[in-house]
């Protein structure tokens, strides 16, 4: 597995960015996955998560809750984590993590992910 997460940037706040996470094209169904963020100089922590394949559960840390959007597209190829009226404390490096655990509700811990990607670094200006 080499997962992949793409799609961050620079945008202002109120503005929206759209990350996906990837496995060289292979399918991601038989895997829970899991975004997660580190800011500068803090821990790293979890954003949302997709329970395994298809009848899995999205969750949400609570300072992300009704801002963001995690789902599987592109016929499971991806896991995409849309991200809506953005915040200047959104700004860190956002990873993409997953796991074979069939847990149908993602854990928020990351020793439970067995797999990561490189991050995606998202900066929201002022």
């Known amino acids: 597995v080499q997962l992949q997460a793409s799609g961050g940037g620079l945008v202002q706040a109120g503005d929206s960015l759209r990350l996906s996470c990837a496995d060289s094209g292979r399918t991601l169904d038989g895997y829970v996955v899991a975004w997660f963020r580190q800011a500068p100089g803090k821990d790293r922590e979890f954003v949302a998560g997709?329970?395994?394949?298809?009848?899995?559960?999205?969750s949400y840390a609570d300072s992300v809750s009704g801002r963001l959007t995690i789902s599987r597209d592109n016929a499971d190829k991806t896991v995409s984590l849309q991200m809506n009226f953005l915040k200047p404390e959104d700004t860190a490096v956002y990873y993409c993590?997953?796991?074979?655990?069939?847990?149908?509700?993602?854990?928020?811990?990351?020793?439970?992910?067995?797999?990561w990607g490189k991050g995606t670094l998202v900066t929201v200006s002022s």
């Open positions: 997709i329970g395994w394949s298809r009848s899995g559960r999205t």
């Open positions: 993590a997953a796991d074979r655990s069939l847990r149908l509700t993602a854990s928020p811990a990351m020793s439970a992910y067995d797999y």
